[in-house]
């Protein structure tokens, strides 16, 4: 009997947890399903944006482990057990955090949609570099697309957080 190869089967989907947060969210995940999916339609969170949904635009930037990654190209699978963050989880309590207020402060938002993107990436650099020179705010957001702003306030703004963020250190110290 000739039998007719099955075509390409798909495992089904397993139940993984992320921490997403802080909170540990677990959902049936299939194998290709991107963390971009897993944050926007089984988690309804929406601040990660999906702009080309192939690694382009960087609007879809969340942080895994601390580090900046395209949920677009990550598989949720690959971040099952690991920490992202996401612009929901950005805010301390009802306070904005200092860069999410520098850009209010500066005007560096118009349409707002690589904005989670910018300001993740920010608080990355801020988190690991002091008082980060101008080229390396250039360079932390060089991987996302505005079309809106021309990228001048939304530098001015990451350079006024680092600053009050500085100063803040320094006060705690005395
Ligand atoms: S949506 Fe991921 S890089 Fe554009
Ligand atoms: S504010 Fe519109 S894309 Fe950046």
Do not use: W
């Given at each position: 009997v000739t039998k007719t190869p099955r075509p390409f089967a798909s495992r089904p989907p397993v139940a993984a947890t992320l921490v997403v947060n802080g909170v540990p969210r677990t959902r049936a995940v299939a194998e290709a399903m991107t963390l971009l999916d897993?944050?926007?339609e089984e988690l309804a969170l929406t601040g990660t944006k999906r702009g080309c949904d192939g690694g382009e635009c960087g609007c879809c930037t969340v942080l895994l482990d601390g580090e900046p990654v395209l949920a677009c190209l990550t598989l949720a699978l690959e971040a099952e057990g690991h920490e992202v963050r996401t612009i929901e989880g950005i805010a301390r309590g009802p306070?904005?955090?200092?860069?999410?207020?520098?850009?209010?402060?500066?005007?560096a938002l118009q349409c707002g949609f690589c904005t989670p993107a910018m300001v993740l990436n920010a608080v990355h650099l801020l988190e690991t570099t002091a008082a980060p020179s101008s080229e390396a705010i250039k360079d932390c957001i060089s991987g996302t697309i505005c079309r809106c702003t021309g990228y001048t306030k939304i530098e001015a703004a990451?350079?006024?957080?680092?600053?009050?963020?500085?100063?803040?250190?320094?006060?705690?110290?005395d």
């Amino acid at each position: 009997v000739t039998k007719t190869p099955r075509p390409f089967a798909s495992r089904p989907p397993v139940a993984a947890t992320l921490v997403v947060n802080g909170v540990p969210r677990t959902r049936a995940v299939a194998e290709a399903m991107t963390l971009l999916d897993f944050l926007r339609e089984e988690l309804a969170l929406t601040g990660t944006k999906r702009g080309c949904d192939g690694g382009e635009c960087g609007c879809c930037t969340v942080l895994l482990d601390g580090e900046p990654v395209l949920a677009c190209l990550t598989l949720a699978l690959e971040a099952e057990g690991h920490e992202v963050r996401t612009i929901e989880g950005i805010a301390r309590g009802p306070e904005l955090h200092p860069v999410q207020q520098a850009f209010v402060e500066h005007g560096a938002l118009q349409c707002g949609f690589c904005t989670p993107a910018m300001v993740l990436n920010a608080v990355h650099l801020l988190e690991t570099t002091a008082a980060p020179s101008s080229e390396a705010i250039k360079d932390c957001i060089s991987g996302t697309i505005c079309r809106c702003t021309g990228y001048t306030k939304i530098e001015a703004a990451i350079a006024a957080a680092a600053a009050r963020l500085t100063a803040g250190a320094a006060s705690t110290e005395d």
